[in-house]
Nanobody
């Protein structure tokens, strides 16, 4: 079992920045990769970014490329999402997620059904 706790959400003006954190505990030695997803009201949960725990390979959704940076601190078992140049359309609840072992396919990092562990979410609101 892995437990995930997000923090760092809040209200920010368009063009501003936020840094989200996700602290992992439990069987962290089994984590293969972690990711951030977001869910806006009335929409499905969407992939934002992912990172492998070993090697630090990163993947991003097109809308956030060049604005968001995913990173991890293995010693602290913590995942981060640096969000810059925020837009009102970034407003959503942001969830961190973890996959143990491996993805069922190397290209499935964007699929939320690949991740077996989820945090409770943190609200990000960007005002115009």
């Amino acid at each position: 079992q892995v437990q995930l706790v997000e923090s760092g959400g809040g209200l920010v003006q368009a063009g501003g920045s936020l840094r989200l954190s996700c602290a992992a505990s439990g069987r962290t030695f089994s984590i293969y990769a972690m990711a951030w997803f977001c869910q806006a009201p009335g929409k499905e949960r969407e992939f934002v970014a992912a990172i492998t725990w070993i090697g630090g390979f990163t993947y991003y959704a097109d809308p956030v490329k060049g604005r968001f940076t995913i990173s991890r601190d293995n010693a602290k078992n913590t995942l981060y999402l640096q969000m810059n140049s925020l837009k009102p359309e970034d407003t959503a609840v942001y969830y961190c997620a973890a996959v143990l072992g491996r993805y069922s396919s190397g290209s499935y990092y964007y699929r939320n059904d690949e991740y077996g562990y989820w945090g409770q979410g943190t609200q990000v609101t960007v005002s115009s």
